[in-house]
């Protein structure tokens, strides 16, 4: 199992900067890098059972998470950050709807 452990650990350490820009791509003049946010995330797994069970070999699985956020873009009006709008509203409305409810509960405690 400390194997395992090491190997992830390697993995995800060897990865760095390249998880979260992507390899750049040029359309028609243009220079487009994608910008993700990396989250990652790790599996487990178990031993290979003895004869006795009616499983004898082990198994496991993991996985982990990329959330694309924008990208640069570079063109001849120079270079900017051009965010993914999905992105920002699937974070911006929950956030939204959650920050609201808190601020009224404030306010509620305060007139109190």
Do not use: C
């Amino acid at each position: 199992m400390t194997n395992l452990a090491l190997a992830l650990a390697e993995s995800v350490k060897s990865s760095g900067v390249k998880s979260v820009y992507g390899d750049p791509i040029d359309l028609d003049g243009i220079t487009l890098v994608p910008v993700a946010l990396v989250q990652f995330g790790f599996g487990a797994g178990s031993e290979a059972g003895d004869a006795e069970t009616t499983d004898p070999a082990g198994g496991g699985g993991g996985g982990g998470v990329s959330i694309p956020v924008g990208a640069y873009v570079r063109d001849r009006n120079g270079l900017r950050f051009r965010p993914n709008l999905i992105t920002l509203l699937a974070v911006g409305i929950p956030f939204m709807w959650v920050a609201g409810h808190a601020w009224a509960r404030v306010i509620k405690a305060l007139k109190k």
